[in-house]
């Protein structure tokens, strides 16, 4: 997995290094804030924000045109209540001709964990908090109304891998590069952006072992299946308040849940 990513990132590289030797269009400089008010913290089938809502801010510096961009910047999430769960993420992508992207995330939990997990700066493979994941993204067309999507952890605080050594089973220092893929389908209809989708994990832990998946899973499948239907709502004639509705289902663990959200 990590010879395919690395075979991917170089072969985009030089295709871009040759599209700036060849593109004439201006490039601009865009800095984004915001955030989104949601119901509840639901990524990828698992429940991140226990019972409580959920604000998640947007931090970004876009550099780039239409046919080339950059980002860096930063989302967390806080949650209200006593099951408070909080997240600091650091991300970095690239974005060629709005059809696909390259990212990487930096995810930490603060609090979340004792000792040096809990420390930002420490970045030891085998107890850092920090869990590194590189994703692919195709973003789709208005011909093509499809996305999918390939992310893995190639670092940090990932599931991790067990090894028997003289009859006895021990954690390796090793990890499990878990792996997350999506597809999903996009289209707008009647004013609306409806966005149907089918993720899980391609990772079977060893249960033998007590290895436990990344996901909550104890064996490859489905995670996160659901759709999203969102819609702005005019406040004035310049302005309007993105609002969304997702119904998310997790087979894996059998969970279910409707989840509202705004942003601002």
Not at 163 to 177: A, E, F, M, P
């Amino acid at each position: 997995m990590r010879r395919f990513y690395f075979v991917i990132t170089a072969t985009l590289l030089l295709i871009t290094l040759n599209s700036f030797s060849q593109n004439s269009k201006k490039w601009q400089v865009d800095f984004q804030i915001g955030a989104d008010l949601m119901s509840r913290y639901i990524w990828r089938g698992l429940d991140l924000g226990g019972a409580g809502p959920s604000i998640q801010p947007t931090l970004k510096l876009n550099v780039g045109n239409s046919d080339h961009m950059f980002s860096v910047g930063a989302w967390g999430a806080y949650t209200f209540g006593p099951t408070s769960n909080q997240e600091v993420d650091l991300i970095a992508s690239y974005t060629f001709k709005s059809l696909l992207t390259l990212m990487v995330t930096d995810y930490f939990f603060p609090g979340l964990y004792t000792g040096h997990r809990d420390q930002y700066f420490y970045y030891r493979q085998d107890s850092t908090g920090h869990v590194f994941e590189g994703m692919i993204m195709f973003n789709g067309t208005a011909n093509i109304p499809f996305t999918l999507m390939v992310a893995t952890n190639f670092y940090g605080n990932d599931a991790g891998k067990m090894k028997q050594v003289n009859d006895t089973t021990l954690r390796d220092d090793g990890i499990q590069y878990s792996t997350y893929i999506e597809l999903g389908f996009k289209k707008r209809i009647k004013g609306f952006d409806f966005n149907a989708f089918v993720g899980g994990t391609v990772n079977n832990p060893d249960t033998d072992r007590d290895e436990t998946g990344y996901y909550g899973n104890c064996k490859a499948g489905f995670t996160n299946i659901g759709i999203k239907v969102a819609k702005g709502i005019p406040v004035t004639e310049k302005y309007s308040i993105p609002i969304q509705v997702s119904l998310i289902a997790n087979p894996m663990q059998n969970k279910f849940y409707m989840v509202f959200g705004m942003s601002f």
